[in-house]
């Protein structure tokens, strides 16, 4: 029998960089996504379309969408807020946009300057466009597993988040545990009562390993039947706007959990490893990921 495969979207070039002190400029942001793209990644976050005065980290997405390998077995996706930020993902000729919504009010102000009732009739339009345009759109539904501001995120608050933007044309929803709160009876929970409600919509998760169960929550979410996960090379990341977020599962630690528990991933974790410990000593800044510093590098891709 075949290993399960498991996708692995590759957030490191957007949501991996959006909180370093140390902003890349877009040459090395796409010798990065190169970089990436050699070691097997084939889903990939390359850049964001907001406002660069809010997030300067992530200005000149343009310019690197103009620079980067156009390849049809890699897909470049871009976060989008808003209608402005749609018309330039689809000017910059990303290959999906990932819409990011909230499923707390607190979280969804801070980080978008709307209530999520708001940022769902927001998202309702950015889909239609989209589907006009024949473009994919995802939602990110953020802060679904707690909120920096606002404390539990109620489930059912999440769920209805998830149907409304399935409702309005996602093709991909996504359970993000922003601030790294979740826990793996939660993943398996969050699982469960979402999936009814999104139809042919695919089930992704999103984790941060601020408490040292973002591995354990992948863990769970793939036990569930979730076959794509978001990682970051060098387990770099986190919010501007959660305070204490810190970053994302890495990318090379993930694999080599997946990879060791049967599963398929098509993600060289050797070269992974090279490259966030590459990107670790161009920001100037340790990798969390273990397997890179441990100089553990195991051979092949799996």
Not at 12 to 35: F, H, K, M, V, Y
Request: glycine share 12%; net charge negative; hydrophobic share 40%.
């Amino acid at each position: 029998m075949a290993a399960q495969h498991v996708e692995i979207v590759e957030v490191g070039p957007r949501d991996g960089l959006q909180n370093e002190e140390t902003p890349l400029p877009p040459p090395r942001r796409i010798e990065l996504i190169e970089q990436l793209i050699g070691a097997g990644a084939r889903r990939i976050e390359a850049v964001s379309f907001v406002n660069p005065r809010r997030v300067p980290q992530m200005a000149g997405a343009e310019e690197v969408m103009a620079g980067v390998p156009r390849r049809e077995d890699v897909s470049y996706i871009g976060l989008a807020l808003n209608r402005r930020g749609l018309d330039r993902a689809l000017e910059a000729g990303v290959d999906e946009v990932n819409v990011a919504i909230p499923a707390t009010d607190g979280f969804c102000r801070r980080n978008q300057g709307c209530s999520v009732e708001e940022m769902n009739d927001a998202f309702a339009d950015i889909a239609a466009v989209a589907a006009d345009a024949g473009m994919p759109v995802s939602a990110t539904v953020s802060t679904a597993f707690g909120c920096p501001f606002d404390g539990e995120t109620d489930p059912e608050q999440v769920v209805e988040v998830a149907r409304r933007a399935a409702d309005a044309g996602a093709v991909e929803i996504a359970l993000a545990d922003t601030i790294g709160v979740g826990v793996p009876g939660q993943v398996a929970d969050l699982i469960e009562r979402v999936r009814p409600v999104v139809g042919g919509a695919r089930l992704r998760c999103h984790f941060h390993n601020t408490r040292n169960t973002g591995y354990a929550n992948a863990h769970t979410a793939v036990a569930h039947g979730v076959t794509v996960l978001d990682s970051s090379v060098g387990g770099f990341g986190g919010c501007p706007f959660a305070p204490g977020a810190t970053g994302n599962i890495a990318t090379e630690d993930l694999v080599f959990q997946l990879e060791r528990s049967g599963r398929h991933t098509g993600i060289d974790v050797t070269e992974t490893a090279r490259s966030g410990m590459w990107l670790g000593s161009v920001l100037g800044a340790a990798p969390t990921a273990l397997l890179g510093r441990a100089g553990v590098f195991p051979a092949g891709r799996g």
